[in-house]
């Protein structure tokens, strides 16, 4: 018997080209003509996809299925450096993304900071301090 294998995250967009927008600015490889299908796979790391789909393509296939807001998950990403946590998060706040906590230093050795993404899903930069 095979065991489950990790290889993707999945999140329920409202508006598919925002959404394609918003993981634009960040810098993912967002397929050319995403914006007008109903599910969209992007690959984040080698084997893992970020998968999209409409309200509408859940509905679909899941009669009660119901939309929420506000979001319910997040995607963190390593900055490599501080500097590049803060770059990070002006880039996506110039781009039209929702500022949810500005970069500051945490208590856990990390710069930090997080955007929301057009459903409201986190989306989290990060970065060891120096001596962390």
């Known amino acids: 018997m095979t065991q489950p294998r990790?290889?993707?995250i999945g999140f329920a967009?409202?508006?598919?080209?925002?959404?394609?927008?918003f993981y634009r600015s960040l810098g993912?490889?967002?397929?050319?003509?995403?914006?007008?299908?109903?599910?969209?796979?992007?690959?984040l790391a080698p084997g893992v996809r970020l998968l999209?789909?409409?309200?509408?393509t859940i509905a679909s296939?899941?009669?009660?299925?119901?939309?929420t807001t506000g979001g319910h998950g997040s995607l963190a990403f390593d900055c490599g450096d501080?500097?590049?946590?803060?770059a990070a998060y002006e880039r996506m706040i110039a781009a039209g993304a929702?500022?949810?906590?500005?970069?500051?230093?945490?208590f856990w050795g990390q710069r930090y900071a997080v955007?929301?993404?057009?459903?409201?899903?986190?989306?989290?930069?990060?970065?060891?301090l120096p001596g962390g």
Not at 61 to 67: A, E, I, K, V
Not at 115 to 128: L, M
Request: charged residues 25%.
């Open 6 to 8: 990790f290889t993707a």
């Open 61 to 67: 296939f899941d009669s009660g299925f119901t939309p």
């Open 13 to 21: 967009v409202a508006d598919m080209t925002r959404s394609v927008e």
């Open 98 to 106: 929702k500022g949810h906590l500005e970069p500051w230093d945490a």
């Open 28 to 43: 993912l490889e967002v397929p050319d003509g995403a914006e007008a299908q109903p599910h969209v796979e992007i690959p």
């Open 52 to 56: 999209l789909d409409t309200h509408e």
């Open 115 to 128: 955007v929301h993404d057009p459903d409201g899903n986190g989306v989290d930069f990060y970065a060891a």
């Open 82 to 86: 501080p500097a590049s946590v803060d």
